[in-house]
């Protein structure tokens, strides 16, 4: 069942419509004619000039935007849904809490600023998915990663194929790894070292394995002149070095140290 | 007297735009802003003037301004188009009503109904009696009432879009403009001018309808 629209709604309805006549002699049109009249009205030209200028400014400013409305309008969206979230959500005032809580507690992790325990738990941690944290108590402030084995002392870690049977042999380690740093620096007391390590009596028929490995070395490990002056007198005349052992001795040690052992 | 002439003034009747201008205007072009702009600024002025407005050519351009920063975003035909102009009008005047009441800064009431009206030269030669009368017509209505039968009469919004517009139901709506209709006639019928000059005023009701 309709309900019956009022008259006057009707006619007013067929008036907005322009259904009917504006000149129609109706109170209901002359109503909506003298309002109209009343109000409706152009501003003068003059201020009608002055606002159309305004408004191509703004429009000519708001063109740029216009380019890409679909990805504005998404990320005004996005933009307004993230900070309505966190302002007036509980769980969002919470997930902005934890964020905060965790981001100074990595930091101050990174930077070893946590107590003891926390710090070895963390680095543990962190350890674990490959990322270095350092831990109390660690000689460097950064962990590299799990403890390197202690470097042997005595004899370098050179492979010295030896030619016959050694009567001493010299306790190598031939599982140390190669990959020692070169000694791109030679230490202060590299002298010393080597003099002490080449009281060592030398395996017999060891100098001219020693130079042919020699000759594979590259050109950066080889920078030993200064050590073989000291070691290798090229002065015949110069006192032999302690003990009187053979030159090649004195090489051996040095390589020896340059090469991991004595260091 | 008003000549019957002026009854068919294109002014007096709701604004008819073009759908080419409106996607013209859409993509950019400059002239199809102020072609918009002298098509609807009167209108606009007129229902921000009818409702009490201040200051209505300043918010005229503010109204305008603010259609033309999101005209990009609009989506419709030319109907809708005048419809979302006169929803943004309408919303500008709140705000400006917040904010005056907020931060007063003119003592001075901005409607005085002692003042004739807008430009108006027929108007004015009749005295401004009818522009009085109906000023204080519409001031007798309720805010909601004025604003559903101004923005349907300047606008030419539906009932529909005058809900969307205001956040109302279409039943309220309905129900408001039936209230605003009898409470004018209420307002008008009473006046009798014996002029007879006047006497096409809708304020001298000669028949049971309004």
Redesign the interface.
């Known amino acids: 069942m309709t309900r019956r629209q009022?008259?006057?709604?009707a006619?007013?309805e067929h008036l907005?419509r322009?259904q009917v006549a504006?000149?129609a002699?109706?109170?209901?049109s002359?109503?909506?004619?003298?309002?109209?009249?009343?109000?409706?009205?152009?501003?003068p030209m003059e201020?009608?000039n002055?606002?159309?200028a305004?408004?191509?400014i703004?429009?000519r400013q708001?063109?740029p935007?216009?380019r890409s409305?679909v990805r504005r309008?998404v990320d005004g969206v996005w933009y307004r849904f993230s900070q309505r979230f966190i302002a007036t959500s509980v769980v969002g005032k919470v997930i902005l809490a934890a964020s905060v809580a965790t981001a100074a507690t990595g930091g101050m992790a990174a930077t070893g600023h946590l107590p003891d325990p926390m710090q070895i738990a963390i680095s543990a941690a962190a350890s674990h998915v490959g990322v270095s944290i350092p831990a109390p108590g660690a000689p460097s402030s950064r962990v590299t990663g799990p403890p390197e084995p202690p470097v042997p002392q005595g004899p370098g870690p050179l492979q010295v194929p030896v030619a016959g049977p050694s009567p001493a042999p010299a306790p190598t380690t031939a599982a140390a790894p190669r990959s020692q740093p070169s000694p791109t620096a030679l230490p202060a007391d590299a002298c010393e070292q080597a003099r002490s390590a080449s009281q060592v009596p030398p395996p017999p028929g060891t100098q001219d394995d020693v130079l042919k490995s020699l000759q594979h070395m590259t050109d950066e490990q080889l920078e030993l002149d200064e050590l073989l002056q000291c070691l290798v007198p090229a002065d015949p005349a110069a006192p032999a070095p302690p003990g009187g052992g053979d030159p090649s001795a004195g090489l051996e040690g040095l390589l020896r140290i340059l090469l991991g052992g004595g260091r | 007297m008003?000549s019957?002439h002026?009854?068919?003034d294109d002014?007096?009747?709701?604004p008819a735009l073009d759908d080419d201008v409106l996607q013209e205007a859409i993509a950019?072009s400059?002239w199809a802003?102020?072609a918009l702009?002298?098509r609807l600024?009167?209108?606009v002025?007129?229902?921000l003037?009818?409702r009490g407005a201040a200051e209505p050519?300043d918010l005229?351009?503010e109204v305008?301004?603010q259609v033309?920063?999101s005209?990009?975003?609009f989506s419709g035909d030319a109907a809708g188009f005048r419809s979302w102009v006169f929803v943004i009008a309408h919303n500008k005047l709140n705000d400006d009503r917040r904010h005056r009441l907020r931060f007063p800064t003119d003592p001075v009431p901005s409607f005085d109904e002692s003042q004739p009206?807008?430009?108006?030269v027929?108007?004015e030669a009749l005295g401004n009696v009818?522009?009085v009368h109906?000023?204080r017509a519409i001031s007798k209505l309720t805010p909601d009432q004025a604003d559903v039968l101004?923005l349907?009469?300047?606008g030419?919004l539906s009932l529909k879009e005058v809900a969307a517009a205001l956040h109302k139901r279409l039943t309220a709506v309905?129900a408001l403009?039936?209230r605003g209709?009898?409470a004018?006639?209420k307002e008008?019928a009473p006046t009798r001018i014996s002029t007879e000059a006047q006497r096409?005023?809708?304020y001298e009701?000669k028949?049971p309808?309004?």
């Open positions: 009022d008259p006057i709604d006619r007013f907005l322009e504006s000149s002699p109706d109170p209901m002359t109503l909506v004619r003298d309002l109209r009249r009343a109000y409706v009205a152009p501003f201020t009608q002055r606002q159309i305004d408004m191509v703004a429009g708001a063109a935007t216009r409305p309008r | 008003i019957e002026s009854m068919d002014r007096f009747r709701i950019g400059e802003w102020i702009y002298r600024h009167p209108s002025a007129g229902y003037r009818a050519e005229t351009g305008f301004l033309i920063r005209l990009p975003r009206g807008p430009v108006n027929e108007m009818g522009a109906l000023r101004l349907r009469i300047f030419g309905k403009q039936h209709l009898a004018l006639r008008l096409n005023y809708i009701y028949g309808v309004i």
